[in-house]
């Protein structure tokens, strides 16, 4: 899908507004104003479109996007993690023990938790190349795995499943505002999404690790007899979506100041269903980590610009099914029309 | 004074009590109890009188619905535990992972058929577990209800029930916010289609008079809460009073409010930066249904019965206990503990 703009009697000039509208993410872009323009016009009034309102959203789809940028390059690659969800859950608790029970400092308990993450990743990249494993089965694995170490340390140090103070322990902690501090009144997790958006989509799409992640999820086998080292590209990228989750899980801790042994539930599916609004294909080769952004982007507007409508939240799941849905059909026609148009 | 007859399993409890609720013949059995267990004398590592048995041979079944994972189950074990200690008789706790019907009709059949002195039971599903406790009355075996099952426990033989009814509880927290002064409220639900949390929210409704609304949050995701609660907060510029439905909503929500001192704010269940909030005044008051009773009542209720034909009748409510300002202090380290 690389389009490049060098003249080469070999290359078909293309317009460049054909050009732009066969690029993967435009779905998600042209989705994503649908809807903003949907919550401006139904909610505009009730502050939506306010500073606070605007942070609201993107905080939200911020921390979602952290996780979602590595699972976008890893979704392209030809795999999935269904363990980013439990790994949240588990990095976040072992932050928590890390300061609150075993009195480590804040830095030790984040590099602890990267440190494990990492493992995590490895293990799962290992097993997926070893056995041939379809990586939703190993990693649907380490969901439950880790979500159940989890709740067994847990009750076994603290008798307890959820774990605060924090904000306390933390205080003044130099490391807090790197994680959950704030920006010009706004989070800065944000900032950590649009950096790793930047650098996700750098490789991607500059780098010679961004042609194998694609060369790695379209045809492994063609891959491979081009000398592309598909195993190792893999690997690379399940350890970055495990890291990610802790990463997300120390700005959540951080921010919220307790951890429980659930936290992260769905975010895995979260995860992908942003991934594929943006125009990743489930089965790999092809999609954009700017698509992956907007995709985030359009959950946390759906999650949080239902409560400026002042709907009852008994409908809230309905809706967002329905958001997504028309976001995707919305996407699928867009790429249909740019295609035919070539 | 209560008796019961020995015969426990031949004739129900309730027409037991239609009778007058002191049996002749309960009472003249009680006294022989009383010479017979004098006479036997065996175990000293039990407390107390002897009874009909010592306390070292009796073994009590608690059957549960609730998984150890559960913040809320795991301080009910941690009252199994204490009241094991305290008692010198031996529990055992069978609950399945996640709620399986049939697991835990398995665990009843497994449980009857291991002959122990006494069982303890949440019927969370009357026709499903109702016929087990009969089963088990049926075979001598007498069952002491908790936490689920209160509609119930009559008609199925039962000596009696602990627990709380999640809708009175919400009646009672409805009415103490009213008194406050919070004349609208906003309801949080965390975790939306858990029966006992719609529960806690109609009783609520009932005791406030009527008007509150209730919001579903994705408790799994703390920051969609707090900025989920914010934005409801503004759309609602009348809402004077905010109740969580439990920690999970509530640690965001009193980030959402900070700075904030016009919101009234409460919340269900304990954890220990929610007393530190009521101990504070950032919160009016939590409610607990002190669990750790709910565990450690039936096991002491089995082994007075089981030893001395002595029991409770009826319902022996462990809530709504309501913590504020005045206790929080106390409460703190207790939470921690495992126990509040």
């Known amino acids: 899908m690389a389009q490049t703009a060098t003249a080469d009697e070999r290359v078909r000039q293309v317009g460049i507004l054909r050009r732009w509208l066969t690029r993967p993410e435009l779905a998600a872009v042209a989705g994503a104003i649908l809807v903003f323009a949907f919550f ?50 588990a990095a976040g608790m072992l932050i928590a023990l890390g300061v609150t029970q075993f009195g480590w400092p804040l ?17 799962n990249g290992y097993v997926v190349i070893k056995t041939r494993l379809h990586s939703f089965i190993v990693t649907l694995g380490m969901l439950f795995a880790l979500r159940g170490l989890t709740i067994g340390f847990t009750r076994l140090i603290t008798s307890r499943t959820q774990i605060g103070g924090l904000d306390s322990a933390t205080h003044g902690s130099p490391l807090r505002p790197i994680f959950a501090g704030t920006v010009g009144g706004f989070p800065v997790s944000i900032i950590w999404w649009l950096v790793l958006a930047a650098i996700g989509t750098w490789v991607l799409q500059r780098t010679v ?54 936290r992260g539930e769905n975010l895995e599916l979260q995860a992908i269903a942003a991934s594929v609004i943006g125009g990743v294909l489930l089965t790999g080769g092809y999609g954009s980590v700017v698509g992956a952004l907007f995709g985030a982007l359009i959950f946390g507007m759906v999650q949080q610009g239902i409560f400026f409508t002042g709907v009852n939240t008994d409908w809230f799941l309905v809706f967002v099914g329905v958001m997504l849905l028309v976001a995707v059909l919305f996407n699928n026609y867009i790429r249909k029309r740019a295609s035919e148009a070539r | 004074m209560i008796e019961d007859s020995a015969e426990r399993g031949s004739f129900s409890r309730r027409d037991f009590l239609k009778a007058g609720g002191v049996g002749i013949a309960g009472a003249a059995i009680l006294g022989a109890a009383g010479c017979g267990g004098s006479q ?50 031996s529990v055992k706790y069978r609950a399945p992972d996640t709620y399986s019907v049939p697991q835990i009709q398995q665990n009843f059949d497994s449980a009857i058929a291991s002959n122990p002195s006494g069982i303890a039971a949440t019927v969370a599903d009357v026709s499903a577990f109702g016929p087990k406790v009969k089963k088990a009355v049926s075979k001598g075996i007498p069952v002491v209800m908790l936490n689920a099952g209160l509609d119930a426990w009559q008609k199925l033989g039962a000596l009696n029930y602990v627990g709380q009814t999640e809708y009175q509880a919400g009646v009672e927290a409805g009415k103490k916010m009213a008194q406050s002064g919070v004349k609208s409220a906003l309801v949080i639900n965390h975790q939306q289609g858990v029966v006992t949390l719609d529960q806690r929210f109609e009783g609520f409704k009932k005791g406030i008079g009527g008007n509150a609304r209730q919001i579903a949050v994705n408790g799994n995701d703390p920051t969609a809460v707090r900025n989920g609660v914010k934005t409801a ?55 607990d249904q002190q669990q750790f009773l709910q565990g450690y009542l039936p096991v002491a209720f089995l082994t007075t019965y ?10 022996v409510p462990t809530g709504p206990a309501f913590v504020t300002k005045d206790n929080a202090q106390k409460v703190i380290s207790l939470s921690k503990e495992g126990i509040r």
């Open chain 1, 40 to 89: 401006a016009i139904v909610a505009g009034d009730s502050g939506f479109l306010t500073l606070g309102g605007t942070a609201s959203y993107l905080e939200v789809a911020a921390q979602l996007g952290v996780v979602t940028v590595p699972v976008s390059l890893l979704m392209i690659a030809g795999e999935f993690d269904l363990s980013v969800g439990s790994m949240v859950g």
């Open chain 1, 107 to 123: 830095w030790l308990s984040i590099a602890a938790a990267i440190v494990f993450a990492a493992l995590v990743g490895l293990f």
């Open chain 1, 209 to 262: 690790f961004g042609n194998w992640t694609f060369g790695a999820g379209g045809d492994p086998d063609a891959a491979r007899n081009v000398g592309v080292p598909v195993d190792r590209v893999k690997m690379t990228l399940f350890v970055c979506t495990a890291v990610s989750a802790a990463l997300l899980a120390a700005i959540q801790v951080l921010a919220a100041g307790s951890a429980d042994v659930l």
């Open chain 2, 40 to 89: 036997q004398g065996s175990s000293s590592k039990s407390n107390g009188k002897q009874g009909l048995v010592s306390r070292g041979d009796i073994h009590i079944e608690f059957i549960s619905h609730g998984p150890a994972s559960d913040p809320f189950w795991s301080v009910v074990i941690n009252g199994i535990n204490q009241a094991e200690k305290d008692l010198g008789v």
């Open chain 2, 233 to 287: 907060l503004k759309q609602n510029p009348g809402v004077d009073g905010l109740l969580t439905l439990g920690p999970q909503g509530a640690l965001p929500t009193l980030q959402a409010l900070k700075g904030n001192n016009r919101i009234k704010f409460a919340t269900f269940d304990l954890a220990p930066e929610i007393l530190r909030a009521v101990r504070d005044g950032r919160m009016l008051f939590a409610i």
């Open chain 2, 306 to 315: 089981v030893q001395y034909l002595l029991h409770p009748i009826g319902v």
